[in-house]
């Protein structure tokens, strides 16, 4: 099979492409960095020319209120691409309870990536994750004042970029959904306390304390951002992955 990663050389897009590759598929990765710009157009029909399967992993840059104008313009431009040749499935990356978080500027732009496609003319799966494990050292960068690191109690499901990339590529070579598939990692914590796990493998000097008015996540209310019933749970737990 033949795929178009788009955003192929980022953190889920590169992972993606070695996995399809290793399994035989014909995986060509595309980013800024080849000649590909998703706000223009510009080497978006030569980059799914003969494709099968489109994989959308391109990422806002900011996630403030200029996020939703990016999903809308890349996604405007990627399935008129698509649809020109005649490309049979678009698989994207979003988040879990991306729907229930409307005090995030990017969430709410996520969700407006999610409804483009589904109102769009080709076949489609999207693949909402959990947060990811990789993104914990940024998550404490934020909130981080002199020695501490000020994090509220709000409930996580972190979720390694590998598994996150397996599923993806399941997908991509799979039937089309025409709907969603969540998935999580294996543990729920309270952030403060995921925080304290990691520093405690990872002690840089700083300690956690809990300020449930801190950071973006301080705009997530009650399990909003844990998987219900029915999503795929990942093996890798994140003491594992810390170590």
């Known amino acids: 099979m033949k795929l178009a990663v788009i955003g192929g050389?980022?953190?889920?897009?590169?992972r993606v492409v070695k996995v399809l590759t290793s399994a035989g598929h014909?995986?060509?990765?595309?980013?800024?960095?080849?000649?590909?710009d998703v706000?223009?157009?510009?080497?978006?029909?030569?980059?799914?020319?003969?494709?099968?399967?489109?994989?959308?992993l391109t990422n806002s840059p900011t996630f403030d209120d200029a996020s939703p104008a990016f999903f809308r313009t890349s996604m405007?431009?990627?399935?008129?691409?698509?649809?020109?040749?005649?490309?049979?499935?678009?698989?994207?990356?979003?988040?879990?309870g991306a729907d229930q978080v409307p005090g995030l500027d990017y969430y709410r732009a996520k969700v407006l990536q999610e409804d483009i496609l589904k109102a769009g003319p080709i076949p489609y799966s999207i693949v909402r994750a959990t947060q990811f494990m990789e993104f914990m050292d940024a998550v404490l960068s934020w909130t981080t004042e002199g020695d501490t690191v000020h994090l509220p109690t709000t409930p996580l499901q972190p979720i390694a970029a590998q598994d996150v990339s397996d599923a993806v590529a399941e997908v991509a070579v799979g039937d089309p959904l025409n709907g969603t598939l969540d998935i999580a990692g294996p543990d729920v914590f309270p952030l403060d306390e995921l925080g304290r796990i990691t520093l405690a493998a990872r002690p840089d000097g700083r300690t956690v304390v809990t300020d449930d008015t801190a950071g973006m996540f301080a705009a997530v209310h009650g399990d909003a951002l844990i998987a219900k019933g029915g999503a795929r749970i990942a093996p890798t737990h994140y003491r594992d992955w810390l170590s």
Request: glycine share 14%; proline share 2%; hydrophobic share 50%.
């Open 9 to 14: 050389t980022g953190l889920i897009g590169a």
């Open 76 to 96: 405007d431009h990627l399935l008129a691409a698509a649809q020109k040749i005649g490309v049979g499935h678009v698989v994207i990356l979003s988040i879990v």
């Open 39 to 56: 706000l223009t157009g510009k080497g978006l029909a030569e980059a799914v020319a003969g494709a099968d399967v489109v994989v959308n």
């Open 26 to 36: 014909e995986a060509a990765p595309h980013s800024h960095s080849t000649g590909v």
